[in-house]
């Protein structure tokens, strides 16, 4: 199969992947084991660090039966109405029982229903960046963690954070600037970001 390579569908690949994790409450783990693709493919397209190839694409859309031609619509919103998808259900039991013991140190409400959590972390996140001053002075993702475990109560994964940033640097509302390079080795996609407001730049 052809590579995408071209910028504006890479965006949008990128956006895409975001809606199905929102939509479903998905990590990137979970969604990559659905879609029977690697986890380093679908996160460096999350990323846009890399090509996905139009193979891999088919894989992510058909467990959704989302169709290409509705996934490379700009225009579309996508809609996932899983109450219809028997099989995605038993993907996701499949995956939980799988995984139960890595949750077990997961916030009681998260483990029993992680649909409803991950939707709290939306309006956590959105009410943050909107709402307040928090990201005036540049966070990394970990200091982030941390801050919002002690403050909210809410417990986030480096990925699902992550992802429900990409959401408002998208907007244009935060930004995010490369921290100077560690000593040791790292491939450029793993380096430790800032983020920040955009009309705020107090790192300069």
Request: aromatic share 8%.
């Amino acid at each position: 199969m052809g590579k995408i390579s071209d910028q504006q569908l890479a965006e949008l690949i990128s956006k895409r992947i975001l809606e199905i994790i929102d939509l479903t409450g998905l990590t990137i783990e979970s969604l990559a084991s659905f879609a029977n693709v690697s986890t380093s493919t679908i996160r460096s397209a999350y990323r846009k660090t890399s090509s996905l190839s139009v193979d891999s694409l088919s894989k992510i859309c058909t467990p959704f039966t989302i169709s290409l031609t509705d996934f490379f619509d700009p225009a579309l919103s996508l809609k996932i109405e899983e109450e219809n998808l028997s099989h995605l259900k038993r993907l996701k039991q499949a995956y939980t029982a799988s995984t139960e013991l890595k949750h077990l140190k997961l916030p009681m409400d998260e483990r029993v229903n992680r649909s409803e959590y991950h939707r709290k972390q939306r309006d956590l996140i959105a009410k943050i960046v909107h709402e307040s001053d928090y990201f005036d002075s540049p966070k990394t993702i970990d200091a982030m963690i941390i801050d919002f475990r002690k403050d909210y109560q809410m417990t986030f994964t480096t990925d699902r954070l992550y992802a429900l940033l990409l959401k408002h640097l998208g907007s244009g509302l935060l930004d995010k600037k490369a921290l100077p390079k560690v000593t040791q080795r790292m491939p450029a996609s793993k380096r430790p970001y800032l983020y920040f407001k955009k009309e705020s730049k107090k790192q300069e």
